[in-house]
């Protein structure tokens, strides 16, 4: 067994990690995640919030469900692309998803990685920077990159301000500019930020900051980009509670939801 010792917004990464352990191990999973079952296995920690959290449960397995299938479809269409896995903590995407030609570069703090660099092995076509965000170095590690760019940035947006979130925005868009970008951008309604606590999160003291009414509004942020579509987690809720294929068609429902924003900067 493993101790790790990691608080704030870096140790929500064990709790997304532990949901998506959970559901893998059901008769039925509606995602296999070997990697975060093993890697569970092997840590000493206390998931007894975690466990308990069924909202924080559901919204990552409906998360991971829907980003999933996103990046599966963008990688069909992109094939020697590049993927930027922005505060990758634990994630384990890059193994449901490879198609054996991608490059996947897994960005997060150096604390975080530290950790992930335990467990996980990771080098040459998949992987590792440690770093901010919003620290413009990062980006300079990737180097020059040939063809198109998807970054992927994934339960990070909630705890940061807009500032924050267009600074990171203005780095993708200046660094890669001679690249076609897209960004899937998970953010939060304002309403939830404000209402809205998860035990288990609330726990490791990391704190909601920062929402979003529309990937229009994050757009602005950086007018680089230019929005595409926004995606509803009601999308994979749907697919774990088949109700919500006709509650989610509710204004509200779909409102309260976390969204997937999937905004583009052209070539």
Known sequence: MEKVQITGIPETMIQTLYARAKESQKVKPLIVDPQAVEIVKRLDYDFAAADKDFKMSAGVIARTILLDTMAKQYIAEHQKSTVINIACGMDTRIYRVD??????????LPETIAVRKRFLQED??????????MDESWADQVGVVSGDILVIIEGLTMYLSGQDVKQMLDIIASHFEVNAVTVFLEYMSPLVVKRVKEKS?????????????SGADICRL????????DRSLVEGMAVMYPIYKVIGKIGFIRNLSNKIAVIEKPV
């Not at 198609?99 to 997060?108: A, E, F, H, K, T």
């Open 99 to 108: 198609n054996g030609q991608i490059r996947w570069i897994n960005l997060d």
């Open 124 to 133: 040459g076509r998949i992987s590792m920077i440690a770093a901010s965000a």
């Open 201 to 213: 999160i609330d726990r490791s003291g990391a704190k909601f900051t920062w929402g979003a009414n």
């Open 222 to 229: 950086s007018p680089s980009f230019h929005l595409i579509e």
